[in-house]
T-cell receptor, first 113, second 114 residues
């Protein structure tokens, strides 16, 4: 059974700092891995999608990496801003269940001005 | 382009009452999902539709939950009767074709069962 774990559960950093969020998964048979952002009381917004054949994806100040063999992904946020404060969730698309998404529990990020 | 629309945004009911949630996906998206998100957790899939067909409902508690997607567009998720443990956020999402593509989420319906 695929399990997705995110560490840490919560993170507080001063504005301007670079930071890394971690995601690990137990089964490497995945189509892709996605990182989402969730603001309080809101739905999820897709940030980056990495196909299983890819190593990383970049969008602006965000860079996500994928190491399928070790079951790990990281989301790197450069020069953090207070507007980056949100919960970040990673999810893997399972290969043998039609691409079903399995989510981690999220990392709650707070960027202090 | 309009995103995924859900209503209501909030619902408070007493246990044993029925409740229904409505979702309108992004135009042209064939795949529709209903997720449940408990506090402090990631979403869990309840049911996935490809057009009108429910292709994965393995985690839908069928004794009290039901869903439909008539004409392959809008969808309704119903709970009858609701239990205290059903309090959660119910999220609807859609994707162009299948689960391997980016899913776009609605704002969710926050349900509180008293």
């Amino acid at each position: 059974k695929q399990e997705v774990t995110q560490i840490p559960a919560a993170l507080s950093v001063p504005e301007g700092e670079n930071l890394v969020l971690n995601c690990s998964f137990t089964d490497s048979a995945i189509y892709n891995l996605q990182w989402f952002r969730q603001d309080p009381g809101k739905g999820l917004t897709s940030l980056l999608l990495i196909q299983s054949s890819q190593r990383e994806q970049t969008s602006g100040r965000l860079n996500a990496s994928l190491d399928k063999s070790s079951g790990r992904s990281t989301l790197y946020i450069a020069a953090s801003q207070p507007g980056d404060s949100a919960t970040y969730l990673c999810a893997v698309s399972i290969y043998n269940q039609g691409g079903k998404l399995i989510f981690g529990q999220g990392t709650e990020l707070s960027v202090k001005p | 382009e309009a995103g995924v629309v859900q209503s209501p945004r909030y619902k408070i009911i007493e246990k044993k009452q029925p409740v229904a949630f409505w979702c309108n996906p992004i135009s042209g998206h064939n795949t529709l999902y209903w997720y449940r998100q408990n506090l402090g957790q990631g979403p869990e899939l309840l049911i996935r539709y490809e057009n009108e067909e429910a292709v994965d409902d393995s985690q839908l508690p069928k004794d009290r939950f039901s869903a439909e997607r008539l004409k392959g567009v809008d969808s309704t998720l119903k709970i009858q009767p609701a239990e205290l443990g059903d309090s959660a956020v119910y999220l609807c999402a859609s994707s162009l074709q299948g689960s391997r593509e980016t899913q776009y989420f609605g704002p969710g319906t926050r349900l509180l069962v008293l």
